[in-house]
Nanobody, 125 residues
Framework: QVQLVESGGGLVQAGGSLRLSCAAS????????VAWFRQPPGKDREFVAT?????????YYADSVKARFTISRDNGKNTAYLQMNSLKPEDTAVYYC?????????????????WGQGTQVTVSS
């Protein structure tokens, strides 16, 4: 079984940056695709970014975060990251890390088998 723990959330002013981490335990997830989703207050969960397993050569982003957010992974640390720059108030949400037992990327939450508990990101205007 895979456990995922997010960290790095917090309160930041608009225009600022945060880096979220997603640490996996229970087994190595080098071959697993990893994604970030978020749930803004009062809204449904939405896709943010995904990275393929192994080398992470394939990535895909939601249009709303493209060019501002960067997803990456460090297989040696069994950890994935989401670097968030130029943050906007509309980025305020609970951010979730997810992993799927396949290396290919996917942007549908139903394709992911393991989930973290979430970390709150609040962007003030």
């Amino acid at each position: 079984q895979v456990q995922l723990v997010e960290s790095g959330g917090g309160l930041v002013q608009a225009g600022g940056s945060l880096r979220l981490s997603c640490a996996a335990s229970g087994r190595t997830v080098s071959s697993y695709a990893v994604a970030w989703f978020r749930q803004p207050p009062g809204k449904d969960r939405e896709f943010v970014a995904t990275i393929s397993g192994w080398s992470g050569s394939a990535t895909y982003y939601a249009d709303s975060v493209k060019a501002r957010f960067t997803i990456s992974r460090d297989n040696g640390k069994n950890t994935a990251y989401l670097q968030m720059n130029s943050l906007k108030p509309e980025d305020t949400a609970v951010y979730y890390c997810a992993a799927r037992a396949y290396s290919g990327i996917a942007n549908n939450d139903r394709d992911y088998h393991y989930w973290g508990q979430g970390t709150q990101v609040t962007v003030s205007s």
